[in-house]
């Protein structure tokens, strides 16, 4: 999986009817000391997550393994909110003090 | 799903029989900035898009979700035609004033 | 799918038992001016593919989608041969002229 | 597979009912001389790994075939905790000396 | 499938259950003229290749299409030993010589 943080949302009106009712989430990647990278995905919410959350969001096929995903042409999807992230014995990042 | 932006199209004649009758087009990667990066990818069209509209495109196992994938070699498909895209707070792109 | 080139030919004679007659080839990534890329893959010919050739080919599962691959230990296989490319309104790759 | 070293851990109480009960590692990816690179990912743990210590991680659908993972929206997973590395005749790494 | 060359090995006591019995490489990516590049992999062997060989091995779910690795957590399989490789008409490698 990869961190990122939700940056923003897209609003698809004409879509593959197997993405009806998805939300999409603008995901920028981030790096082990939780700073923004140049990189993102679009991936689709499981877990009611909302703007500048830090998120886990899985990849390929393995993002086709949630109920809300199962079937669809989906190759991003959110599924951990993240609380904190400990890198090097040190808190790198905690969700309370975000 | 990466955002792009449909920038061309390919022609092959000569081709694997299970692509027979599918689009292809050039998409060019999108930055969050919705400016053109470097990188692109062939997709094939579910969704009846056309040059110069962004899309949203899925890659992998995932790009053979929809009908007119099922079962073909084919790793890349454009699954949507996006409408606006908002990051930090503000409209990155909007469509109908591109 | 990615747009690469044909520059040469890989030969192996010891291998996995599910990679007997199949023919594998160099292909460098091309650039969206269909310029060479730093980057190459060696991918198995499913279309009678020829060296210098411009083609388009599959990577991942969906490139155990095709009568030639189905089943084996292969991750890149060529399913079209690129007549043209059009980006940006121009012609950027012509068979017939290349 | 990728070598990675355990530098962290991941705390997300608001997940996908799948993944309730699996470890959730920050692991940095290595070099051939066995030190940090940039890039790292979050993985799951199936072999009893700690923090500091290098590991071999599988990505994508691979990262579902051990018991842990099997059915989850899991794309990678600590597979392998390395004892030594010997990279052109010499020992790049040795648990035993790190 | 990628170029690489074998250039080390990696031994793990510790490690998933069905990884038992399969030997793991450290296999340097190659450039289009045969030299080192900066990435590698750690693949599974399943043709009895040796250090020092160029190799061609296969990523993802392809990895688990030969015999020794078919449901196994493994996402890299060297599946041939190369003997020469052609590029722009001219030989690049010849195993012979190497």
Redesign the interface.
């Known amino acids: 999986?990869?961190?990122g943080r939700v940056?923003?949302?897209?609003?698809?009106?004409?879509?593959?009817e197997?993405?009806e009712g998805l939300r999409?989430y603008?995901v920028?990647d981030l790096?082990?000391g939780i700073t923004g990278r140049?990189s993102?995905?679009?991936?689709v919410d499981?877990?009611?997550a909302g703007?500048n959350e830090v998120v886990?969001y899985?990849?390929?096929?393995?993002?086709?393994?949630?109920r809300e995903?199962d079937?669809?042409?989906?190759?991003?999807?959110i599924?951990?909110?993240?609380?904190?992230?400990?890198?090097?014995?040190a808190v790198?990042y905690d969700k309370s003090g975000d």
């Open positions: 999986m990869k961190l940056v923003g949302t897209v609003v698809a009106s004409r879509k593959d197997k993405l999409l603008m920028q790096s082990l140049d993102f995905v679009v991936a499981s877990v009611g703007v886990l899985a990849s390929g096929s393995s993002a086709r393994q949630t995903t079937g669809r042409p989906v190759d991003a999807v599924m951990a909110i993240v609380d904190t992230v400990e890198v090097n014995g790198a």
